[in-house]
């Protein structure tokens, strides 16, 4: 089993910023990948930022320039900070986690962007 843990989410404004932690603990031996997902209301689920174990990182086009994701191996933990939101960016983010062939989700947290 393996658990994710996710904070930071909330209300902002407009050009403000929020950062998104998310803790995996568990069964791990060896993450593969960690990373976020969001979806909007009305939208399908869409990739924010990963980064994988050797440190490749790979960011949506609308987050490139204005979210950065770091990891912290020892820790089990992904950041995922966000600067510069916009209202479109509103949505429910979900940490994701992969080890092996196995995807792990989390709970998600809400993001609200106001205008």
């Known amino acids: 089993q393996v658990q994710l843990v996710e904070s930071g989410g909330g209300l902002v404004q407009a050009g403000g910023s929020l950062r998104l932690s998310c803790a995996a603990s568990?069964?791990?031996?060896?993450?593969?990948?960690m990373g976020w997902h969001r979806q909007a209301p009305g939208k399908q689920r869409e990739l924010v930022a990963s980064?994988?174990?050797?440190?490749?990182?790979n960011f949506a086009d609308s987050a490139i320039g204005r979210f950065t994701l770091y990891r912290d191996s020892a820790k089990n933990t992904v950041y995922l900070k966000m600067n510069s939101l916009k209202p479109e960016d509103t949505a429910v983010y979900y940490c994701?986690?992969?080890?092996?062939?196995?995807?792990?989700w989390g709970q998600g947290t809400q993001v609200t962007v106001s205008s």
């Open positions: 568990g069964s791990i031996f060896s993450i593969d990948a």
């Open positions: 994701t986690v992969t080890i092996g062939v196995h995807d792990y």
């Open positions: 980064i994988t174990r050797g440190g490749s990182a």
